[in-house]
Each structure stands twice: as C-alpha cells, then as structure tokens.
C-alpha cells in the first residue's frame, strides 16, 4: 500500500549514485510507492543499473520516451558538472506538469530552467551523506511553480532519507556549510576522540562504542531538552572538574571559533562552486 495518498504515481530518476540509491531505498521503506513506478537510468553505466534492480526490485531503461512516460516526479542525480548534458537530453521530455527535484549541489533553479529552456515545477534539494542510514538533515527550496501537492510530495519524498525542512534557495549555500559537510565534521571530531582515547590507554573498539554512544546521547539531550546547548553544557561542567578541565583546553586553542570560520568557509565555498559550475554551464549565477 501506498503511504500519503498516492503522492505521485511515477518517479523518473536521472542518476543512479550514492544519493539515488539512498532515497529510492527510504521511498520503498516508507512505502511511498510501488517499487514497479521508480525508474532509473544513468550516462552508461548498465552494471550500476542491473545491481539497483537486483537489489530493490526496481525499473531502469535508457529509452527515455519509456523512462518518463506518465512519470509525475523527475529527480536528478547526476554530477553537478554533468547537468548541462543531461537536462539538455531530456529536456523535450520534461513537462511544466511534472515535479523536478535536483539533489545537484550547485545548481540553482534558474540554471535548470535555462538549461530545460522553459519553466518547471521545481524543488531543490540539499541531503547529506547520513541518507544512506536515514539519518539526513535535508533543507529543500521549491520555486513559485510547485503546487500544494507537490510540496507535500517533495516533503515526504525527502522525509524517507530523515528531517526534511524547507528554505529559501538563497540559504542553501549556508545550509552546504552547515549540514551539508556537517558529518564530515563530526567524524573529524570522532578521530581526535578516538585519537585521544589511545594516546591514554583505551582499547580502540570499546574507545569507539563509548564516543558514538556519548555523541548520540548529547544530541538526544539537544533535541527532547528546552534547555540550550550551552545550558546543558553548564550544568555539566563542575567547578574545579574534569570536564571544566577539557573545556579550558577546547577554548585555549579556540576550538567554538575554528568550527565557526569552519562553517564560514564552506558555506563561502559553495557559493564560490555555484558560481563556477554556471560558469562552465554559461548560463546566469545562483538567484
């Protein structure tokens, strides 16, 4: 059975990497749709489709009249550099009907619209990496041609991979910075962790079970607590303690600040990326 009231009826995806096989995996999960409705193709590689179906019990074809005959919802998830190829191939199949939702980093409404060479429905998504577990932090902006239903669908569609909140697309880049290349910067914290723990004396699997435990603890106190995250840190950090003597140390080598210069240059970063990549794609910068 169909979750949501039959949301869409058909799901092209264009692109069949990491990010596809994270969503159409949460779709079927969720029970969103028929797994017989997801179709997908990719440049060429047919190994990469024969192993999507195999192991989800998907469509996938290289014709396209097949791929997006009667498909309500169009994804694309190819490599942002290779946008330009691909939206210009299947362009003449893409109705101002359908839903467009791109996960290409980079790549702005406009440039699509350009690329398509008319106007679409379309919203754009930014994931990150913890789809694969569920476990995404997804900020989605949709233009002013998205209608009621299919922000809905683009809501449940990307609720399958995690939490999924809508932004203006001007935030997106700052969303890059923040959660996009967010898990990067918690591993990077994982290794001093686990980095730490043999410099004194800790075996590395229980080393490791201890930090991932405590992690997932802290943002379970962040999220169900009304206290804020510095509260919560006051109230654990005793005078003359253990933890006051590790928090000195984070603030003599500026650790809050290096974070956030740390998030400033990502964010800076992907605009900088957004720009080039309309560059390459000759059409007009990010709105």
Same mark, same amino acid.
């Given at each position: 059975m169909e979750k949501g009231g039959n949301v869409m009826k058909k799901i092209a995806i264009v692109g069949a990497g990491?990010?596809?096989?994270?969503?159409?995996?949460?779709?079927?999960?969720?029970?969103?749709?028929?797994?017989?409705?997801?179709?997908?193709t990719n440049n060429s590689n047919e190994k990469r489709l024969e192993s999507l179906k195999e192991r989800y019990g998907i469509s996938s074809t290289y014709d396209l009249d097949t791929l997006f005959d009667d498909a309500d919802v169009v994804m694309l998830a190819m490599k942002p550099k290779d946008a330009d190829r691909a939206i210009m191939t299947i362009r003449h199949h893409l109705t101002e009907q359908m839903l467009v939702v791109?996960? #290409?980093? $980079?790549?702005?409404?406009?440039?699509?619209? +350009?690329?398509?060479e008319k106007s679409l429905s379309i919203a754009r998504a930014m994931p990150n990496t913890s789809a694969a577990v569920g476990k995404s932090a997804t900020?989605?902006?949709?233009?002013?041609?998205?209608?009621?239903?299919?922000?809905e669908t683009t809501k449940q569609l990307f609720a399958t991979v995690g939490l999924a909140r809508f932004v203006e697309e001007e935030q997106l880049d700052a969303v890059t910075?923040?959660?996009?290349?967010?898990?990067?910067?918690?591993?990077y914290l994982i290794e001093a962790m686990e980095n730490s723990a043999a410099e004194i004396g800790l075996e590395k699997?229980?080393?490791?079970?201890?930090?991932?435990?405590? #992690?997932? $603890?802290?943002?379970?106190?962040?999220?169900? +607590?009304?206290?804020?995250?510095?509260?919560?840190r006051?109230?654990?950090?005793?005078?003359?303690?253990?933890?006051?003597?590790?928090?000195?140390?984070?603030e003599e080598h500026g650790v809050q600040q290096a974070f956030i210069s740390c998030i400033q240059a990502a964010t800076a970063q992907s605009k900088k990326m957004g720009n080039a990549l309309c560059s390459q794609l000759k059409v007009g910068k990010p709105s």
């Open positions: 990491s990010m596809a096989e994270a969503l159409i995996s949460g779709i079927l999960e969720d029970h969103l749709i028929d797994r017989k409705n997801i179709w997908v791109s996960v #290409l980093a $980079g790549v702005s409404m406009n440039t699509i619209e +350009s690329l398509a900020a989605i902006a949709i233009n002013s041609r998205v209608t009621d239903k299919q922000h910075g923040l959660s996009g290349s967010g898990p990067a910067y918690i591993y699997e229980m080393a490791q079970e201890l930090i991932v435990q405590t #992690l997932i $603890g802290a943002a379970e106190m962040v999220k169900h +607590s009304s206290k804020s995250p510095e509260q919560l006051r109230e654990v950090t005793s005078p003359g303690g253990t933890t006051e003597a590790g928090v000195k140390v984070l």
